[in-house]
Structure formats: C-alpha cells, structure tokens
C-alpha cells in the first residue's frame, strides 16, 4: 500500500467516505481519495474474518469505464491493441484479467475487462483500472481508439467487493442471480430494491463478488450488506495483506512501467491466439520472453524467521550476488508469518531456491516459495 | 512504579535504583495497530540517546524504537519476542522493551511528563 504522494490536488472521497467515518474507519490518503485504511475491528481480524466470512470492501475509488462501439469485433480489435489478452473471445457475461502494455512490453498499468451478458450491450466492454492510474489510464486508451471506438469514464459509479465464503450465502439470499454466476462471470442484477453489476470476482484470493453500482445508491446498499450475518467492513490494510497472501500483484509495487506481464509472471493472463498472433504493444519482447523465458522473475518468497521483509528489501544469493528487490512484503495474518513477493534472476527462480533478505543491514535468510501464499479458493468456473 | 516520562518518539522510560525500563506508549500501539513482531536489542548495547535500537513492526509498517536516555542495554524482553501482540494489550506494563542503565540523568530532565506528553499527542493528531 502506498500512501499518495504529497500534491496539490486535493484529495477525493467516494460515496461511502461518511459510511467509512460512521464506522469508526481509519482514514488514509491513498492514491488521491481519502480512503478507510482499517476499522476498530484492526486489519489483523479483518483479514481472518475475510477469510472466515465475509468482507465488504470500498474500491470505489477505482476507475470505470465503457468502451462503446458499434460490434463486438470493432471494440475488442480496438482493445486488442492495447492489451495482450484474448477479448474478442470473451463470451457475453465473461470476465478477464489483463495489462495495458506499452511498446518496450512493461506494464502501464493491470486491469479487469468484462463482455457485458446483456444482448443490448453488444459492442461495449466494462474496464475496471487502479485509482492511481485511471488518468494515465484513460488518456492512453482515448489516444488510440479508432473513430469509431469510445471510451467512457463512469466517474458517478461506485463499486463494492464482499469477499470470503460466506460472500455467495448473503448473495443467494438477496440476488440469486449473481450466486449462480462462476468465477469470472458477471452479469447485471438486482440486490434488494438496486440495480447494479455484478461480477464473481475478487483481489483476496476468497470466493466473492464486485458490485458496480450508481453512487448514490451505493452507501444504502453497503448498509445492506453490512447487515447481514457475518459481513465486517473491511480496509486498504486488509485489502493489501489478503491480497500479497494470494499472490496477486499491486500495481506500482510488483508491476509497473518496466516489468513485462511474463516478468511478472502473469503469463497465464495471455491466451494462446494473442501469444501466437501478437498485435498488442511489446509484443516482441513478451513473445521473446514467452519463448525463452525472462531475466528476471517475480517469485513468492518466505523469510525463514519471523521477521517481515517489506518492500525495497535487497535479494541477494548466498554468495552475495545481488539478485532483485523485494516488491511487496509483510505479515500475512493466514500464513501467520512473513511472507513477500520479489523479482529475482531467473535462474534463482526455481521453488526453495535459498537466498538473503536484507533488512536494517542483517541478512534474513528465505527461499522462494511457491505462489499463491494461501491456496485460492474461488467459486468455480461454469 | 517510577513516574513515567515521554519522547516525542512515543516511548515511555520509567527510572527505578540507576536502571530504566523502555517501551512503547499506549498512543503508540494504537496508532501501529496489531504488533505482529519485535526486534529486540543485544543485552550489553551501548545506545546513545536517541540511538534507534529495537524495531516495532505492525502488518502495515516498521517503526524504530529509540533510546530514549544514553546507556547500556541490561536487559531485554524476552516475553515480548516471543509474543508481540502483548505490546497491544499493555503497552505502558507488561510489554517493555529493554532496559537501559542510566548513563546521564540530566538526559531524563528534559523529557516529557504524562500531561506534556498528551497535550504533545493531542498537537501533533
């Protein structure tokens, strides 16, 4: 997590900051919105009982938008030369992870596209962005549309996450619908008396859903969910250690700029045609990197001890040959110990490779551990 | 119990026959939240005052913990090494960190007292 960097702007709030207040929320500048960092609950219990339960989030503070043309095939061609994913083949209602990549391949910024199901909607994409990006963002996307191709920022919507096992009990209850989706799915619904958008999706690692919804219907809906049995509000705290447990990446920390998605290890995000095909910014670096294999990795790692290794930690082998950085790093509630996440030289990479954290100037020893941290436990796919 | 003085740091350091204990405010835990590790001091440390000499590490961030009188370190907290989140359950008692032989008692006369030291927190939020 990284606290906004001191600007001139002032800082925004979402629909639910007076909800956040009410709640006794810890408020944070992050990523220009003055954000919930933890509630009295603590960010040690919220991340267990996410884990244990259910947990609803305020990413609201991340970017919509709608890109609008007249088919399906215009749009994702139009898209397709953005991001290196498959989104022509997306089928209405489907959902897919994917990166904005500029043309040395690094990462302008990680994203989430989703094929609207209604018949209507034919021709438009869903794009959620990070908030600390959404303005490099959009302007990146607005310069490379065809005529025909718009995009459109959804500034008045907010969207909500409940996470955790119990997300699909409270959501069978009030929006069958949405419990029946798999994971990656989405579809419009009805949650009590609002409409919103609803997809089976997340950034804990937990089964759950995020639900886009208009602003101002968003804090009377967060009173709903807050309602039910076993639901806490949950932080940016929580948000960020559920997350590093599950190994996904935090734009900015693990990904930016100059690290390619196959760096990155999100070669999984790349479906097969656009690995053969190409067509997307840098994609001679990433299909070089597909064919044989990166420089350098970001790898799961496990300090041995209890002491945490935080972001900006030096990887050196045994030998003392510098090998990376630590890019995210800290306590994980569910592992019960440290855990972190770093780029190395590929060919330490390897599972239970040994090597030295340094912190504070002493060597921790850790190995590279597989990723995810805490197994996924998604709903699955139908 | 030896009065307890302030730093501007949030430690606590309480003077009993030439040896002081050290640890961190109440104010302190509550704005780290929940302690999830310490790092303790080697017993026969020579700090100087202000010396950053044990690390309080929540899941959101690492914090120094500073000497806040120059001496020796006597003795260390091994309870606390072994159970962090003690340093939320009572950090002004039970949860302190190392304590220091007093090297320069005139160092002690320029910290805070309890009502300086709130009045400080209250300016500083």
């Known amino acids: 997590m990284s606290a906004a960097a001191a600007s001139a702007e002032p800082l925004k709030r979402t629909p639910l900051y007076d909800l956040h207040v009410a709640l006794g929320a810890r ?5 220009g919105y003055e954000m919930p960092v933890q509630y009295p609950l603590g960010i040690l219990k919220e991340h267990l009982h996410t884990r244990a339960q259910a947990g609803l989030f305020d990413v609201s503070h991340m970017g919509q938008a709608f890109l609008t043309g007249p088919d399906h095939a215009t749009t994702t061609a139009a898209l397709e030369a953005l991001v290196p994913a498959d989104v022509k083949g997306l089928s209405p209602g489907q959902q897919r992870y994917s990166q904005l990549v500029n043309d040395d391949g690094g990462i302008i910024d990680d994203l989430m596209v989703t094929r609207p199901a209604a018949p209507g909607d034919n021709g438009k ?16 996307i607005a310069d490379r549309l065809p005529g025909n191709v718009k995009l459109q920022p959804a500034p008045e919507r907010a969207l909500l996450a409940l996470q955790g096992p119990g997300a699909v009990r409270i959501m069978a209850a009030h ?59 949950i932080g940016l705290g929580a948000r960020d250690s559920l997350r590093l447990e599950a190994g996904l990446c935090l734009y900015g920390h693990d990904i930016d700029e100059t690290t390619s998605p196959i760096e990155a290890a999100l070669a999984w995000s790349i479906q097969k045609r656009r690995r053969v095909e190409g067509g997307f910014p840098g994609a001679a670096r990433i299909q070089d990197e597909l064919a044989n294999g990166p420089k350098r990795k970001r790898v799961g790692l496990k300090p041995d001890g209890k002491a945490p290794a935080r972001e900006g930690a030096e990887i050196l082998a045994l030998l003392g040959e510098r090998l990376g950085a ?30 030295n954290l340094m912190v504070r100037g002493k060597a921790l020893s850790a190995s590279v551990a597989p990723l995810p941290f805490v197994p996924h436990r998604y709903a699955p796919k139908s | 119990m030896a009065t307890l003085r302030f730093t501007k740091d949030h430690e606590w350091i309480s003077v009993d026959g030439g040896i002081a204990t050290v640890g961190i405010t ?28 044990a690390v309080v590490e929540s899941v959101k961030a690492a914090s120094d913990v500073f000497a806040p009188i120059s001496g020796e370190v006597t003795e260390v907290n091994s309870e606390l090494a072994a159970n962090p989140a003690l340093v ?9 960190f190392f304590k220091i032989r007093v090297a320069d008692e005139s160092e002690l006369a320029k910290l ?9 927190v209250k300016e500083e939020s």
Request: with cysteine; proline share 5%; hydrophobic share 45%.
């Open chain 1, 27 to 31: 408020i944070v500048p992050f990523a």
């Open chain 1, 125 to 140: 994409l869903f794009l959620v962005v990070n908030a600390s990006r959404k303005d490099v963002d959009y302007a990146h």
């Open chain 1, 175 to 233: 929006c069958a619908p949405a419990a029946r989706l798999g994971f990656m799915q989405a579809a419009p619904a009805k949650i009590g008396a609002f409409d919103c958008h609803v997809s089976r999706s997340g950034y804990t690692g937990e089964d759950g859903f995020e639900i886009s919804v208009a602003g101002s219907q968003a804090t009377d809906l967060a009173k709903l969910l807050l309602a039910q049995e076993g639901v806490q509000p």
């Open chain 1, 326 to 355: 630590v890019t995210s790093g800290g306590f994980g509630p569910s592992v019960n110990g440290p855990v972190a996440m770093g780029y190395v030289l590929a060919d330490y990479a390897q599972q239970g490779t040994p090597m």
């Open chain 2, 26 to 53: 109440n104010h302190a835990q509550d704005q780290l939240g929940d302690v999830v590790f310490v790092e303790l001091p080697e017993v026969g440390r020579k700090a100087g005052q202000a010396d950053a000499v």
């Open chain 2, 88 to 96: 939320n359950d009572d950090a002004e008692g039970k949860a302190w």
């Open chain 2, 112 to 120: 805070m007292d309890r009502a300086a030291y709130e009045a400080f």
